[in-house]
Structure formats: C-alpha cells, structure tokens
C-alpha cells in the first residue's frame, strides 16, 4: 500500500516510476486534459518507442512512436480514464536499451455522468428528450436512467468517443415529478420538472364513504379556487371494502378510474368495516391480509398505471371502542396495501393531526382557537374538522405539484 501511494504520488508530479526507469528512456504520464491520460517519452533521437499499459489481463498495446530529433514525442490522448482501474502503469521500451515506466491515478467515476437541462414545465402525456452527459468527454460509459416509476427505468450507453446520449421519456402522470440517473459510481443525480394535467384542466375524484362528506365540499371550492378544476364527488354512504354483498369498491374503483380519467383520487373509507371476508372474521392477521389486497386493487386501479397520484385518508381514532377494534386494523390493512406500489399512491395519516398518539379529542387548538372538529357520534369529521382535513389534503396536493398556491 505504501508503495502504491509513493507512485501515485510521483505520477502526479509527473516524475517517472524509480524502480524501473532505465537511462536513456524517460516516461512521465499525468492526468492534466480532462478524460484523458497523457504521456511524455524522451530517449535517443530516431530510437523506436513501445508503450504498453500494464492491466490485469496482461501488458495492452498504447502506442509505437519513433522519437525526432529533439529525444521527446508528447502524446496527449495516451489512454481514457476508466471506471473500473484508476491506478494506471505504463511502461515504454526500446530494443536493446532498457526501458522506463510511469504510473498515474485518474479521478473516480462519481459524479462523471449528468443531465442536461429539463423544461420547468410539461404537458402529461408528452414526451420530453432527456440528455445523459459524460463529463469526461471519452464514452464507453452506461448509466441507467428512471422516470418517476421507478421500475421502467432504462440503461443509457454512451459509445466510445461520444459525449453525450439522449433517452425518450413520455411523461405519464401530472404533478412534480423527478428523473433520476444512476452512474457508474452508484451516484445519484435527480432533476425535477412539473408536468401539468394532460387535459388542461386537473380531474379530482374525491370518494369514500360518509366520511368524504363535507371534506370533499370543502377541497372542491379550494381547487376551484385555485385554478381549472373537473371536481367529482362520490360518496357510497354505508358501504366498506369488506361489505361486498352491499356494494364492490374494487369494481367501482376500476370502472370509475377508466371512464373518468382522474389525475387525483381522495378516498376516505373504512368506518363501516369489520365485516368477515369468508372465513376471515375481523380483525385479525388473515382478515387485514384480505382487506390489503382488495384496497391494494383499488390504488393500483386509481393509479391508471402510473398516470395518476391516489391520496388515502387513514381513519382518525374515534371515541367508541367498538368501532376503534376496526379502525385500528383497516389503517394496518391500508399501510400494508401501500406498501411497494410502483404507483404514486401517498397515505394521508389524519391521526397525526386530529388524535395524535391515537387518542380522541372532540375539540383542538386550530388558527389560534379551540375548534370542535368531530361530530357527535364521535366518528365523523365536524365541518370545521372536515375543513382541516381538506388543508391538509390540498398541502400535500401543493407539496406534489398537483394544485396551485
């Protein structure tokens, strides 16, 4: 290791490897031209040079110069940096007189790959031209490149001598969005742009049970507000996800999703749960396991593949015990349906806000006065609560690039 440094360090001055410089025959190498390492050769003028680059499959050809008058042959693309080898040796011979060797550490691959610039804003549905850029300027060089599905992500290559490649996004989905590089070094580069709604116009379907009522009231007059807005509420009062002799949510969900295209799915569900899914009565392992899949279906089916973002309300703890044995295990059934989706399927914890720690409160402090924010029956979401929850709804839709200040 000691060795190893002290070469490196006369490399970088450009003094030639002590161990096997011969007289007569000089090589320096050095690093100074970005991407590439440069050789210097002196020895006998008409003398015949070979410099070969020592690698672990044994001696490579670089270059055969025949040095001039002067005794010194300048070469300054010798041999392109390398991802995978940045200590490099190189060593020149002539016939019968000995030879010299140098050795140089080129810069590590971190930070090599870029994009070049996005537009600040795009239309969903378009297709923006990305550009990946060595900034070595040499190529050979691949990196992978995501949208924001991660799993659709794509391997750039950039071919020997070239700077740059380019790689085809459709943008699928509005909002704020990000493309990310992978680079050789397992760096990471992200760039940011905001897609706005294919239509023109942002489509919210705000649905649930009774419990979207009044907040889907109050964000639907926020939206509007604050620019052009398809708003559609629908509320399936009495229904659950585990009540599909009443009503199928799974079914809706498709057939909702594919007539009306929202960009944004609010759903707020789950007070009328408990309900036994076939031999699985509520509440326990195996019934949070069928509730998953069947609500996992419903974002997957809202998501439309990944052009749209679903914002899910959890369930506020309520004042009844009863009804707490099943709110407790619908938001663990929700957190697992959740969990890995590709698509952009956010959870929106409105215990954090209103029963902090899981436990109830009737009134909170709110703008600097106490509010009573649930209804009586210690479950529903009072007008002033609905309100509340409808800011916080709008925020994280503001925080993704989905709605206007």
């Not at 740059?164 to 992200?190: C, K």
């Not at 489509?203 to 604050?226: C, F, Y």
């Not at 799915?265 to 509730?291: E, K």
């Not at 956010?346 to 209103?354: A, K, S």
Request: net charge positive; aromatic share 6%; glycine share 10%.
């Amino acid at each position: 290791m000691r060795l190893a440094a002290v070469l490196i360090a006369l490399a970088t001055l450009g003094l030639a490897d002590p161990a096997t410089a011969a007289a007569g025959v000089g090589l320096q190498a050095t690093r100074a031209e970005v991407g590439w390492v440069s050789l210097r050769v002196t020895g006998p003028a008409g003398a015949t040079v070979t410099i070969t680059e020592t690698a672990p499959a044994g001696a490579q050809p670089v270059a055969t110069v025949a040095l001039p008058a002067t005794g010194t042959v300048a070469l300054a693309h010798a041999a392109p940096w390398r991802c995978d080898r940045r200590v490099r040796r190189f060593v020149a011979t002539v016939v019968g007189s000995g030879g010299a060797a140098a050795t140089v550490a080129t810069p590590s691959c971190r930070g090599r790959l870029a994009l070049g610039r996005l537009p600040r804003r795009v239309r969903a549905g378009r297709v923006v031209v990305v550009r990946v850029i060595d900034r070595w300027r040499v190529g050979d060089v691949a990196g992978r490149a995501c949208p924001p599905v991660p799993d659709r992500c794509a391997d750039v290559r950039l071919a020997a001598g070239r700077r740059s490649a380019t790689w085809r996004l459709r943008i699928a989905r509005a909002g704020r969005l990000a493309v990310t590089l992978h680079g050789p070094a397992g760096d990471v580069v992200r760039r940011a742009l905001l897609a706005t709604p294919a239509s023109g116009r942002l489509r919210v379907l705000a649905t649930g049970d009774s419990m979207i009522q009044l907040v889907d009231t109050d964000l639907a007059a926020r939206l509007h507000a604050a620019g052009p807005t398809r708003f559609r509420s629908d509320a399936r009062i009495a229904s659950g996800i585990s009540k599909p002799f009443l009503f199928d949510w799974v079914a809706l969900a498709r057939r909702t999703a594919r007539r009306m295209r929202p960009d944004v799915t609010v759903v707020f569900l789950g007070a009328n749960d408990g309900y036994s899914f076939a031999d699985a009565p509520c509440c326990g392992a195996a019934w949070v396991r069928a509730y998953a899949r069947r609500a996992r279906a419903m974002m997957v089916a809202y998501a439309r593949g990944g052009a749209a973002s679903v914002l899910w309300l959890l369930l506020p703890a309520p004042r009844s015990a009863a009804f707490r044995q099943v709110f407790v295990p619908v938001n663990r059934a929700l957190r697992r349906a959740a969990r890995g989706l590709r698509e952009p399927v956010r959870l929106v914890d409105l215990g954090r806000t209103f029963t902090p720690g899981g436990r109830f409160r009737a009134t909170m402090r709110w703008g600097g006065r106490t509010v009573a924010v649930r209804q009586a029956d210690g479950v529903h979401l009072s007008a002033a609560g609905a309100r509340i929850a409808a800011s916080i709804v709008l925020a994280r839709m503001r925080r993704d690039g989905l709605a206007g200040s």
